[in-house]
């Protein structure tokens, strides 16, 4: 039997370069995909950023904001947001915490190129070129003052 822990006391505070008031535990890793468990305090923020995987981000409790490429609409839990491979997402709330469960899938690999799996670069079965997600371009990313009647806080 092999038990994996996450949730309060198991989460590490660390993520993408911008990332504020967020925390993760990886829950399972391998050349497939990821399951992580995240948990964003008030106020919290995941910055614009693309990713090479489909990823769905599960919201388990709480709820807050989620932008898609141009799109951007309020989750709560009891939802799930579907991040395409490589399409501008990001994450945040406002006055409440949210919890999510995020799952990825690797996308099989372009002949030549690499899997990138939370910070980690995996050796797919053929080709040795590198594909990697990287930061939108920069928005002040700062939704103190932000109001849920406004757009998104970038």
Do not use: C
């Not at 660390?14 to 964003?40: C, F, K, S, W, Y």
């Not at 923020?45 to 919201?59: A, C, E, Q």
């Not at 999510?100 to 899938?105: P, T």
């Amino acid at each position: 039997m092999d038990i994996r822990r996450f949730g309060v006391g198991h989460r590490r505070p660390d993520g993408p370069p911008g990332t504020r008031g967020v925390e993760g535990q990886q829950i399972h890793v391998d050349p497939r995909g990821l399951i992580a468990e995240l948990a964003l305090r008030p106020r919290a923020v995941m910055p614009p950023h693309t990713n090479p995987n489909l990823t769905y981000f599960v919201v388990v409790e709480g709820g807050g904001f989620v932008r898609v490429g141009d799109e951007t609409a309020r989750v709560s839990a009891g939802e799930a947001v579907v991040w395409p491979p490589d399409v501008v997402h990001a994450a945040w709330t406002e006055l409440t915490p949210m919890r999510a469960i995020v799952v990825e899938f690797a996308m099989p690999p372009a002949r030549g190129s690499m899997l990138v799996l939370e910070a980690e670069t995996v050796e797919p079965l053929v080709g040795h070129a590198q594909a990697e997600g990287a930061l939108a371009p920069k928005h002040p990313v700062d939704p103190v003052d932000h109001k849920s009647s406004e757009k998104e806080p970038w």
